[in-house]
């Protein structure tokens, strides 16, 4: 990820983390969603209104990369809440970044790897 830089939206609240990119057609290959989950513990992510494939990068208290979850589905238009797959930070994180599927892969994005970011005003 070094030399790559992403703008993000920021999901600092319940709303805006349950809402996600849910609801958008696509995604420009340089953003993402940045989610800060208020605290670390495990985390628990659906597709709900997903239009596009994504991966889910977990990322723990120290900026460091736990895990992805790489080139995830999203579900056929229709799909009810309940079945709908889950996918799992699988150990404690506090930040969530959510880019286009295939990225992590590309850019080098995995377990170990070290994320900056810097607040805009």
């Known amino acids: 990820m070094e030399g790559f830089t992403f703008l993000v939206d920021v999901a600092d609240t319940w709303e805006r983390r349950g809402l996600g990119l849910g609801g958008r057609d696509v995604m420009a290959r340089e953003v993402g969603m ?3 989950m208020g605290g670390t513990g495990g985390a628990t992510f ?3 209104g997903m239009r596009f494939p994504i991966d889910i990068v ?3 208290d120290d900026l460091v ?3 992805v979850a790489e080139r995830l589905p999203f579900p056929e238009p ?3 809440d ?3 797959p889950l996918y799992s930070s699988g150990v404690p994180i506090r930040y969530v970044l959510e880019i286009n ?3 992590a892969e590309e850019l080098g994005i995995g377990e170990g790897s ?4 810097t607040p805009q005003p």
Not at 114 to 117: I, K, P, S
């Open 82 to 84: 309940s079945a709908l």
């Open 34 to 36: 940045w989610f800060d």
């Open 65 to 67: 990369v736990t895990g």
């Open 101 to 103: 599927a295939g990225l």
């Open 58 to 60: 977990w990322i723990a």
């Open 114 to 117: 070290v994320v900056t970011f």
């Open 78 to 80: 229709g799909t009810p």
């Open 46 to 48: 659906w597709m709900r």
